[in-house]
Nanobody, 115 residues
Framework: VQLVESGGGLVQPGGSLRLSCAAS????????MTWYRQAPGKERELVAG????????NYADSVKGRFTISRDNAENTVYLQMDSLKPEDTAVYYC?????????WGQGTQVTVSS
């Protein structure tokens, strides 16, 4: 089982990034997928989630209207489009796959928003 995040980097405030999380080793389409983030000295928090079947989405209040989560079950990949980035979005972003009691984590990708 593997989740590999990519797409992080350094961006100026107001800029955009698109994170990807490529999954392998399990039936991706059957898992709910969630992006979390963890800033230095803070707890890991949920950013956005998308369900396996209906593709329903949910977002943290802090990112609503700026971030968009999507998935491509044919490519076994979940995406996080991040627009209008703010310095407070700086964190390591992780993707998580969950189905019942089963859950997997990626290694994370760093996002830094700074001028």
């Amino acid at each position: 089982v593997q989740l590999v995040e990519s797409g992080g980097g350094l961006v100026q405030p107001g800029g955009s990034l698109r994170l990807s999380c490529a999954a392998s080793g399990f039936t991706f389409s059957g898992y709910d997928m969630t992006w979390y983030r963890q800033a230095p000295g803070k707890e890991r928090e949920l950013v956005a989630g998308i369900t396996s079947r209906s593709g329903s989405t949910n977002y943290a209040d802090s990112v609503k209207g700026r971030f968009t989560i999507s998935r491509d079950n044919a490519e076994n990949t979940v995406y996080l489009q991040m627009d209008s980035l703010k310095p407070e979005d700086t964190a390591v972003y992780y993707c998580n796959a969950r189905r019942g009691f089963l859950g997997y984590w990626g290694q994370g990708t760093q996002v830094t928003v700074s001028s």
